[in-house]
């Protein structure tokens, strides 16, 4: 086979939350150009703004927000189930701000990170415009109609997410996103103004190249310096000065190429940054600065080795996520975003793909700054409806003008490496479809040259059965999206059966699995047999009336939907070959919506890894054996059965050649995983007392852990993730309580209702406890534990101080933490 080899040279990261001072540079400091607009809006929920002519009908919050998440769970949301089962409407917002007289000699733009959806933006009483699509960040210029001095300004802003269902999981509604307000010179760079690139890369030095639009709003043509200085750790790199001339009223690009020696590569375990900073001098003062933060690396996707970062193999292990935060809603917050990327890392994930729109800026920064290979997806509808009011009715006017923006404004982040243009589109089977999908990648590519484009196609070949092993020789028919010749890497969802056969089917584009695998479970739920397979539901077109009565699924990976496969499947196909450069797990954390196979009363998803409230399932840790270098001993089940009942013990272990397995002190025998294995299990009768698993490598312990029968739930603990805070009325603390017996064994069973308190300068920002079941409020106060845990999270204030957390339940010794804000 002649090898084909696909070269994407290394990019760059744009961060507009915060512009560098000059001080580095022996310069006087320019202001920040872009601030914070979230403080203080007043909001209504109502479809007319005549209900709200008291100020009483309005409240006062902070930005992001999600009002559905505060509803109430019902199936009669026409959202239904499958969203989530939380209500949508239409509601208002509005702040009124002031700015000072010097002010008037700027431009002042307002941006909206994004707005769940359909949004109509005021300014003073004049109509700004509006954006249908709920995930697209967008800009206002508000100049024209501003007051200044002591007049107010007062912007509005519709939100109507009333139209339903519009989505197939939860989608949240409001301003859910930051907001931002802009101040720039009449001589600026953009919003998404600059292009960073590497086009040359080695270990031995760097080519960057840095392309700069500039404007002019000045009634007269404009001379002036354009300069970049590179940093990295704020040490000067290089820099690059170059002379321009503008028109009135006119838009120019200037590009400049700078030489790194030695750079520092940015890859999955070491992601190193630099900044561009950017400085526009007219007459020797700077009138604006802007700053492109960046990593320098290479990669290529190959026909025969996969996927290459910096000239080393590296295998894709990622996962699906949606936008929502679990109890959070779809509300923003860097620092549970954060938490969730942190779980991922220590399972060993190093792959993000945005399922299936395009992200929240804040992730893309954190994906950065930790290292993630991310698949930014654009679309999860074409032309053709998946739903009621979903997409498929804007897509006309809106879709061209949405993905230039999505490209525009996540371009230079270095984890993002491959774009995809939608999912599962019913136009893919279509040469409408592949119309469709040769525009997307001309788009992307006029705007984005750097990167291949992808789809995640529902298989991009015709299977047939996809529970029967696929045994073919010849080359298979592709949908016509896939043989189009639109796509740069061939995008599987599921049809795992058919990866060992890529190269016969599709000889001249590389693999990429977009989604896999779509195993099902409740955490700390267990049912046996455990080597026994089921499908749920049978058929994804049929109605599931199987299962078990309370909506549970066993964790053992053991059941699976007849789409996808279980998780050990999966994994065993794409470590095995070099050529498939990895996958995209559906999903790495539970989410609100889709909770297949069932429908209400569950109203969240079983697929996940992690679940909603961040407490990981068994099968994290047979990843985690998989995909780290950490040792791993992980048990399952827990300990609490009747008595001689036939139980089955699995253990996930890795950097050993052996388990022994002891009940009592007894030995039940030794394991070794023989051949693909995975995991290694035992069956026999059910005691009460120690189980004990030894892990030994060349007959020396590696690793010992122990699983004990728990007593009657007798206390609580209570777990932070992190016991000081920033006092910014941002940062989060997530506290784990576990219920235990006496001698502090986690009782598997416990499903009391806790209930929280706290004192000091911080509040209860959610519960949660993993049950998608649950229909108790995220935003109260207590919340029932599944299987022993329950979660609360808590926002800091803007004061120093201590915060007191207590925890306490009928019946059980109560628990107290403190979390200090500083």
Not at 25 to 34: I, L
Not at 183 to 198: E, K, M, R
Not at 609 to 638: N, Q
Request: charged share 25%; net charge negative; with cysteine.
């Amino acid at each position: 086979m002649t090898k084909k080899r696909y070269f994407f040279p290394a990019l760059v990261v744009l961060f507009l939350n915060f512009i560098y001072s000059c001080d580095n540079h022996s310069e006087a400091s320019k202001p920040e150009r872009k601030i914070s607009f979230n403080e203080d809006w007043q909001f209504f929920l109502g479809d007319s703004l005549k209900m709200s002519s008291s100020e009483a009908n309005w409240r006062t919050l902070n930005l992001p927000h999600d009002w559905s998440i505060e509803g109430e769970f019902s199936p009669e949301h026409p959202a239904g189930v499958g969203g989530g089962a939380l209500p949508g409407g239409l509601g208002w917002y509005k702040k009124n701000f002031t700015l000072e007289e010097s002010d008037s000699t700027n431009l002042t733009a307002v941006t909206f990170d994004g707005i769940y959806q359909n949004s109509e933006v005021w300014i003073n009483g004049n109509y700004l415009g509006n954006r249908p699509n709920g995930y697209i960040g967008f800009q206002y210029d508000l100049t024209p109609y501003l007051n200044y001095g002591n007049e107010p300004n007062e912007i509005l802003v519709k939100v109507d997410n009333s139209d339903q269902p519009n989505s197939r999981w939860y989608s949240g509604s409001g301003i859910y996103r930051n907001v931002w307000l802009e101040q720039t010179d009449q001589l600026h760079v953009p919003l998404w103004g600059t292009f960073v690139t590497t086009p040359e890369v080695s270990r031995d030095s760097a080519l960057v190249q840095v392309e700069v639009k500039l404007v002019n709003k000045y009634s007269g043509v404009k001379n002036g310096i354009l300069e970049t200085s590179l940093f990295y750790k704020d040490q000067e790199v290089n820099s690059a000065a170059s002379e321009f001339e503008i028109q009135v009223q006119d838009t120019s690009e200037v590009t400049q190429q700078i030489k790194v020696v030695q750079p520092n590569l940015w890859s999955v375990d070491d992601p190193q940054l630099y900044s561009a900073v950017t400085r526009i001098k007219v007459d020797g003062k700077i009138v604006d600065q802007y700053t492109t933060q960046f990593g320098i690396r290479d990669f290529r996707f190959d026909l025969e080795e996969g996927f290459l970062l910096n000239g080393e193999q590296v295998k894709i292990k990622g996962v699906n996520n949606h936008h929502d935060l679990g109890p959070l809603g779809a509300a923003v917050n860097k620092r549970a975003i954060e938490r969730q990327l942190e779980i991922m890392k220590e399972m060993g994930v190093n792959g993000i793909r945005t399922a299936h729109n395009p992200p929240a800026p804040e992730l893309l920064e954190l994906t950065d700054k930790m290292g993630f290979i991310v698949m930014d997806e654009s679309f999860d509808i074409w032309e053709r409806a998946k739903t009621e009011s979903d997409y498929s009715n804007y897509w006309e006017e809106w879709h061209e003008r949405d993905m230039r923006d999505m490209i525009l404004r996540d371009r230079n982040h270095p984890s993002v490496f491959i774009w995809s243009i939608g999912n599962e589109v019913p136009e893919q089977w279509s040469e409408r479809g592949a119309e469709i999908g040769r525009e997307l990648a001309r788009i992307t590519k006029e705007v984005d040259p750097t990167r291949p484009v992808t789809a995640g196609m529902n298989p991009p070949i015709h299977t047939g059965d996809q529970d029967v092993t696929l045994q073919f020789d010849e080359p298979q028919q592709p949908n016509a999206l896939a043989g189009s010749g639109a796509l740069d890497l061939i995008g599987y969802n599921y049809a795992h059966q058919t990866y060992p056969k890529h190269q016969i089917n599709f000889p001249n584009t590389p693999f990429i699995a977009t989604e896999t695998t779509s195993a099902l479970a409740t955490r700390g739920h267990y049912e046996f047999p455990s080597d026994t397979i089921k499908i749920w539901p049978v058929r994804w077109d049929i109605p599931f009336d199987g299962g078990n009565p309370d909506n549970t699924i066993s964790a053992f990976d053991q059941v699976r939907t007849p789409w996808g496969s279980t998780h050990e499947a999966t994994w065993k196909i794409i470590k095995k070959h070099d050529f498939l450069s990895g996958f995209y797990i559906w999903t790495g954390f539970d989410y609100l919506g889709e909770p297949t196979p069932y429908t209400w009363p569950s109203r969240s998803s079983y697929f996940g890894i992690v679940d909603l409230a961040g407490f990981p399932k068994d099968t994290y840790y047979m990843y985690k054996s998989e995909w780290t270098d950490e040792p791993v001993l992980h048990l399952l089940p827990h300990w609490n059965w009747e008595e001689g009942q036939i139980v089955d013990v699995w253990a996930y272990y890795n950097n050993a050649d052996e388990v022994e397995l002891f009940l009592n002190g007894e030995s039940m025998g030794t394991k070794r995983k023989e051949g693909d294995d995975l995991h290694v299990m035992w069956r026999f009768p059910f005691k009460k007392g120690i189980l004990k698993a030894v892990s030994r490598k060349d007959g020396q312990v590696v690793l010992e852990r122990e699983v004990k029968t728990a007593g009657e739930p007798a206390k609580l603990t209570l777990q932070p993730d992190r016991s000081t805070i920033k006092a910014d009325g941002q940062d989060l603390s997530f506290i784990t309580v576990n219920i235990t017996d006496e001698k502090g064994t986690l009782a598997p069973r416990a499903n009391n209702l806790v209930h929280f308190e706290v004192k000091g300068g911080g509040k209860i920002e959610a519960v949660a406890s993993g049950d998608p079941t649950s229909h108790e409020s995220f935003k109260g106060a207590s919340h029932s534990a599944l299987n022993g845990k329950v979660l609360v999270v808590i926002r800091a204030g803007k004061e120093a101080g201590p915060v007191e957390v207590t925890a306490t339940a009928d019946g059980l010794q109560k628990a107290t933490t403190t979390i200090n804000l500083e």
